[in-house]
Structure formats: structure tokens, C-alpha cells
């Protein structure tokens, strides 16, 4: 069934039809189409338009295709073309012609952006729900390990070693940035464009403002036109959830390395890894190689919708209906995704004593002979130069730095005098980066308290607003 027709002598060809059928993927947006179709129902009514009888009426049908679409008895035919005609059938195979009547002062225009809008604030809220977990599951692990020492690497070289817990908690740094990033994008976006029309407003005397409310919303979109126009919202939407199968994704490509027979490092729990069909031996990290390989989509639904929006002109156009699979396709595969690698990461077991043979290996403590220079006052190019000029010692009699002779110490600089050598203890060279967001343990562990006291915070925020919509949707 179409919602038009009158001035057309002839049904469109069925490629037509085909081509313009989104009902296969926009009835996911069904439960935001018949809430909202409730506060229209309310506002046509305040405003005198329907009598109160229609709108009981009206009341009464939607709650009940609300009940059936939930539970699947009511559901779109072939012949229907979109969520909003599909569930218009519905009403009128309840109350009849009258069902017509919710149309008034309303487009399908106006009605999709409002949907839109309440499924991505709705998942978006479900989202930042499961970041808490992961950020939770990332911070917990990182408790663990506070006093291990690891190497830390740029470049995938040994650098200078840290506490293994800096290494987990960045991760967790990451996720409280996305979660803000919803914050911020609920506050912009949280406008209804229900009451825009098609694009100019109605002529009908509504009060949008009305219906803003009741959907929970802190206002209505300024210009009609923007209203109808606007996809914003579902554009950052997708930065937001890119951002985050980024930071995922970098997890993931971790866990691979630190997992791999030439690390040792991991133990992924065998809940969360996969064998394989022909070598027996083999445990294969796919969780983590899954994080790394959907940010893939993520980031090309990302730029397939601001290819859409790019030029598009004037107010709605049939363009947008293609903004929707990217946003269904990264929430669906966001929400797959984060629950397994939450699991992962609260099982996976770590090799202390392996990484902390491995922290000083690869002269990771060269940085602790040019400081110890540069505390003499020594400039730091010089004090660079001598530690350089240790290494290669080292390296052609094939020792480590602390293995050095007094009077090769000497040689490398006048002021290199064997007292370096306790700069070059590990545990005492970690403890010495103390500066809050070091890599000494007691540094880590000021950040992690911190990361605790955001985590409440932003779970406190998460199930306030889980409980405003859905206490809303359920009106
Ligand atoms: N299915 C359409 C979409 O997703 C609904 C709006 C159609 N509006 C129109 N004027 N044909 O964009």
C-alpha cells in the first residue's frame, strides 16, 4: 500500500515499487513511528482537530500495534512500501478510514526524521551502556597488573619500560572520551522535527512544541526545512561509532600481537577464541581480529552517509532514504561487537614474569643514562650522544647497559659515574615517572581511581537517560 495516488492515473511499475520499498529495513523503526504517532494523536486533539472520541479511538488502535508489532503479529506485507504505509494499513484494518485522520499537520518527511531520531537517541543510550561495561572489564584488568613491569613500545620497538597497567588503562581512556562524545551529541541532537511537515510547518493550528515534550525531546528543530533536511545527527552518529570500532579495532590488532606464539604474553580464556579445522594445535584470537577487521564498516558507513548528504539541495529528498542501513548496520555491529571483547578482555590471563624479562631488553633503559646526564647538567643533545655511544658498546660485546665498566662508562661521557647504575634498575627506573599520567604504579594508580570516579559518573548518566526514554516509550 502507498500513502499517495490520488492524482496518478496509473500504479507505478512493480521495478518502481521495488526500487522504493524500505520497508525491509526501516521497520526497525516501527515502535518510534507508533510513539510518536501517540503524541500527534495528543497534539491534533488539544489543538480541536480530531474530537476526543476520534483520538481515543486513535489512542486505543496504536497501543495495539504497539503490543503486536512487539510481538510479531503484526508485521509488513510485500505491498506495503515503507514502516509509516505499512503501519497506517495497521490502523485502518483496526478503526477503518478514520485511521486517515493521524495524517493530519504530519509528512512522512517530518515523521521519518523523528523516528530516526528516537531509534539513534535509543540506541545510542544502549550503546554507551555497553561501553561501561567494557571500560569497566579494561579498568579491572588494569588493577591487576599495577605493579607489573612491561616493555612499553613507539614504533613496535622497546621504548622505556611502564607499568603494564598504563598499557591496558589507555584503553579505558579512549571509551570515557566516546561516552562524552555521546553526551555531547545527545545534547545536540535531541530536537523533534515532528511538526515540520512536509517542509514548511502546517498551516493546521499545532503546537509541536507539545509533542517535543512528550517524546522526551528538549525542544523542536528551529526551521522546518532543516527539520525535514537535517541529517547531522545520524552523521555523527556514525563518526561517534567509528571512532569507536577504532579504538576497538586497536584492542583487537593487541590482543593479536600480545596473544602470538613470538610475544607469549596473552592467554585469551578458550571461551573467547576459536580452534581451527585442520591444525589441531591452533587457538586463534578471532574476537580481537573481528574488533579490528568490522572497523572496517564502521568507517565506510561513516563516509557512504556523508556521501549521500553531500549537495544534497533545498529540503527532503528521496536521497534520504539511504541514510538508514549505515546507521542500523553499525549499531547492530557495534552491539554484537563490544559484549565479546568485554568478555575477552575480562578473561585473558597475562605473563608477569615474561614481560617483565622482556622490559629491558632492546636497551630500554638508554633514556635513564641521558636523564641521569642531564641531572649532572649535562645538555640533554650531549647526554643523548653518550647513552648512544653506551648502546653500541653494548651491542658489539653483546651485554646490557648495566654491564658496562666503570671506565667504559667514562669513555662514553667524563660525567658517567658508576652511580648510573642504579638509574638503570627497572623497578627504580618505572617508580622515577611520577609526573599524574606516568607510568610509574603509583601514578597508574591515581589514574585508574580516576577512571573509577568517571565510570560512576557516566554509568549514573547512562542509566538516567536509559530510564527517561524508555520510561517515555512505554507512555
Ligand atoms: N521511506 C522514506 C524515507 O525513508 C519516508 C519518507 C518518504 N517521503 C516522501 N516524500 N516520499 O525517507
Not at 50 to 68: C, G, N, P, S
Request: with cysteine; glycine share 8%; net charge negative.
Amino acid at each position: 500500500m502507498t500513502l499517495w495516488g490520488g492524482r496518478f492515473n496509473s500504479g507505478i511499475d512493480d521495478a518502481v515499487f521495488n526500487l522504493s520499498r524500505s520497508v525491509h529495513f526501516d521497520w526497525r523503526l516501527a515502535p518510534y513511528d507508533l510513539r510518536s504517532s501517540l503524541a500527534h494523536t495528543e497534539v491534533l486533539e488539544k489543538n480541536g482537530i480530531i474530537t476526543v472520541d476520534l483520538a481515543a479511538q486513535l489512542r486505543k488502535a496504536i497501543k495495539q500495534l504497539q503490543v503486536e508489532v512487539k510481538n510479531g503479529f503484526f508485521a509488513p506485507l510485500p505491498e506495503d512500501e515503507d514502516v509509516h504505509s505499512a503501519l497506517e494499513r495497521g490502523l485502518k484494518e483496526k478503526i477503518g478510514d478514520l485511521g486517515g485522520a493521524i495524517r493530519a499537520g504530519r509528512s512522512r518527511n517530518d515523521q521519518v526524521a523523528t523516528d530516526f531520531r528516537l531509534y539513534l537517541i535509543d540506541h545510542m543510550i544502549e550503546l554507551s551502556g555497553e561501553l561501561i561495561k567494557l571500560e569497566e572489564a579494561i579498568i579491572k584488568l588494569a588493577q591487576e597488573y599495577v605493579e607489573d613491569i612491561a616493555p612499553g613500545f613507539t614504533h613496535l620497538q622497546h621504548a622505556q619500560p611502564i607499568s603494564f597497567a598504563h598499557e591496558i588503562a589507555k584503553h579505558a581512556h579512549a571509551l570515557v572520551r566516546d561516552i562524552s562524545r555521546i553526551k555531547d551529541w545527545l545534547a545536540r541532537s535531541n530536537f523533534s522535527p515532528l511538526g515540520a511537515g512536509a517542509l514548511a510547518g502546517s498551516s493546521l493550528p499545532l503546537t509541536p512544541e507539545e509533542s517535543a515534550k512528550n517524546l522526551g525531546f528538549a525542544g523542536i528543530v528551529a526551521n522546518s526545512i532543516d527539520a525535514v533536511s537535517d541529517r547531522d545527527f545520524a552523521a555523527e552518529a556514525l563518526f561517534i561509532m567509528a571512532t569507536i570500532g577504532i579504538h576497538l579495532s586497536r584492542i583487537g590488532e593487541e590482543w593479536c600481537l600480545l596473544s602470538s606464539t613470538e610475544f607469549g604474553w596473552a592467554e585469551i580464556d578458550d571461551a573467547f577464541a576459536t580452534g581451527s579445522s585442520i591444525m589441531p594445535q591452533k587457538k586463534n584470537p578471532d574476537v580481537a581480529e573481528l574488533a579490528r577487521g568490522k572497523a572496517g564498516r564502521f568507517i565506510g558507513n561513516l563516509t557512504g552517509l556523508l556521501a549521500v548528504l553531500k549537495g544534497m539541495p533545498f529540503a527532503y529528498n528521496r536521497d534520504l532514504q539511504e541514510d538508514k542501513e549505515y546507521v542500523f548496520d553499525s549499531v547492530e555491529n557495534l552491539l554484537l561487537l563490544i559484549p565479546p571483547v568485554t568478555g575477552m578482555i575480562a578473561t585473558t590471563k597475562f605473563n608477569r614474569a615474561k614481560m617483565k624479562t622482556a622490559a629491558p631488553l632492546g636497551f630500554s633503559l638508554a633514556t635513564e643514562i641521558a636523564d641521569y646526564l642531564v641531572k649532572q647538567g649535562v645538555p640533554f643533545s650531549e647526554a643523548h650522544e653518550a647513552a648512544g655511544a653506551c648502546v653500541k658498546m653494548c651491542e658489539v660485546r653483546g651485554i646490557a647497559l648495566h654491564e658496562l665498566s666503570d671506565q667504559e662508562l667514562l669513555n662514553a661521557h667524563p660525567k658517567l659515574n658508576p652511580s648510573v647504575r642504579s638509574a638503570l634498575e627497572l623497578e627504580g627506573a618505572v617508580k622515577g615517572r611520577t609526573a599524574k599520567n606516568s607510568a610509574s604504579p603509583a601514578s597508574v594508580k591515581i589514574q585508574i581511581s580516576n577512571l573509577e570516579d568517571a565510570l560512576k559518573k557516566d554509568l549514573a548518566w547512562s542509566s538516567n537517560e536509559r530510564e527517561r526514554f524508555s520510561g517515555m516509550m512505554s507512555q
